[in-house]
């Protein structure tokens, strides 16, 4: 399971290849994009096997949704990743702690009558800093956990298609696998977007 540690920042530039840019990343970023490439990849295989007709027609017009998962696959690891790096030296204890200290001078001076507005103002600014390096971490941890729930229903796509191959299929089949790649797409466009909201 994804644990917090911290990940070196990679290059936004278009790279070469997937292939060559995925090796650019922390190992544990890595993963979760290696495997949807791996299942986009058996899901070619599967349909490619399937005799010419319309359910092979059907799911090779589903494709382009796995391509799409893998792109946003690979795009919410480099932003999970950039998250992570952004925290590095970021000491959220430390941070924890001075908030509660400002916390209790505030209440105090509050308690003795005294002119407040300057530690308000304080503790305003390091509440902020201490959600935003809480934001990060969460986030970027969650997203191991998120993508790794999103690969396995990619995978189960997948296997549903290979049903197709075993068995006569009809259209609940298809349209099942095709609501399970959409809902996996809208998944990953969902915490795409999250992540984005932290950095580039």
């Known amino acids: 399971m994804f644990?917090?540690?911290s990940s070196r920042p990679v290059d936004p530039a278009p790279?070469?290849?997937?292939?060559?840019?995925?090796?650019t990343l922390d190992p544990l970023w890595q993963a979760p994009v290696r495997r949807a490439m791996a299942t986009r990849d058996q899901y070619l295989g599967v349909v490619g096997r399937i005799p010419p007709g319309p359910a092979r027609d059907r799911l090779l017009a589903m494709s382009p949704s796995l391509d799409t998962a893998v792109q946003r696959v690979a795009?919410?690891?480099y932003r999970?990743?950039?998250?992570?790096?952004?925290?590095?030296?970021?000491?959220?204890?430390?941070a924890t702690a001075e908030l509660k200290a400002a916390r209790r001078e505030l209440d105090a001076n509050r308690a003795a009558g005294r002119d407040v507005a300057a530690l308000e103002a304080?503790?305003?600014?390091?509440?902020?800093?201490?959600r935003a390096i809480?934001?990060?971490?969460?986030?970027?941890?969650g997203a191991g956990v998120q993508l790794d729930d999103l690969n396995v229903r990619l995978e189960t796509a997948v296997a549903r298609a290979a049903t197709i191959a075993l068995?006569?299929?009809d259209n609940d089949d298809l349209d099942r696998i095709?609501?399970?790649?959409?809902?996996?797409?809208?998944?990953?466009t969902a915490l795409d977007d999250a992540l984005g909201r932290l950095g580039p």
Do not use: C, F, I, K
């Open 134 to 141: 809480n934001d990060a971490l969460n986030l970027a941890d």
């Open 15 to 23: 790279p070469p290849s997937l292939e060559s840019w995925v090796a």
């Open 75 to 77: 795009q919410a690891a």
């Open 80 to 94: 999970a990743s950039t998250a992570r790096s952004m925290t590095v030296g970021l000491d959220e204890p430390a």
């Open 122 to 130: 304080r503790v305003d600014a390091l509440a902020e800093r201490h």
């Open 3 to 5: 644990r917090r540690r």
């Open 178 to 188: 095709d609501a399970e790649l959409g809902e996996v797409v809208g998944g990953l």
């Open 167 to 169: 068995r006569a299929s």
